[in-house]
């Protein structure tokens, strides 16, 4: 448990705020120089998946959207030119 000591000492509990046990992802220390007491946080696991999940996500989207607009885009082209194609064999 990460704990601050100094004229008193004190043990706390650390939690995510998702509700992740932080207590092995928390320690505690003092800065060398000030000697101010300070915390150090290794960001949730869950936390972390879940910002993965959703960035894969966004980006599956993002693609997929420009992929479709970008496919879209060429079919309009070609029909345009096949379309002038048979305009000019009449
Ligand atoms: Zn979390």
Known sequence: MPEITGTT???FEAYCDCGYHMCNLVSS???K???Q???TITPCPNCLDSAKQESFDD???EGYAEGFEAGKAE???NL???NTETEKTK
Do not use: C, F, L
């Open 33 to 35: 120089v000030r000697n």
């Open 37 to 39: 007491p300070y915390i």
């Open 29 to 31: 220390g003092h800065t």
């Open 59 to 61: 980006g599956k989207e």
């Open 9 to 11: 000492s004190i043990d």
């Open 75 to 77: 079919a309009e082209q």
């Open 80 to 82: 345009e030119k096949s």
